[in-house]
């Protein structure tokens, strides 16, 4: 069973992304995404 799950930068904070995530083990995604802020590619963590 997938959640859907909110990104944001790891730069500036900024909610920019929602995609749906399968974690089993509880481990939070990362992934490198356009952050229209910071006008460059950073990493966007997963949030709660």
Do not use: Q
Not at 5 to 32: F, I, M, Q, W
């Amino acid at each position: 069973m997938s959640k859907k799950v909110v990104l944001a930068c790891s730069v500036c904070s900024s909610r920019n992304y929602s995609t749906n995530h399968k974690a089993p083990s509880g481990d939070r995604l990362e992934l490198r995404k356009f952050c229209k802020t910071c006008n460059d590619h950073t990493i966007h963590k997963e949030t709660k």
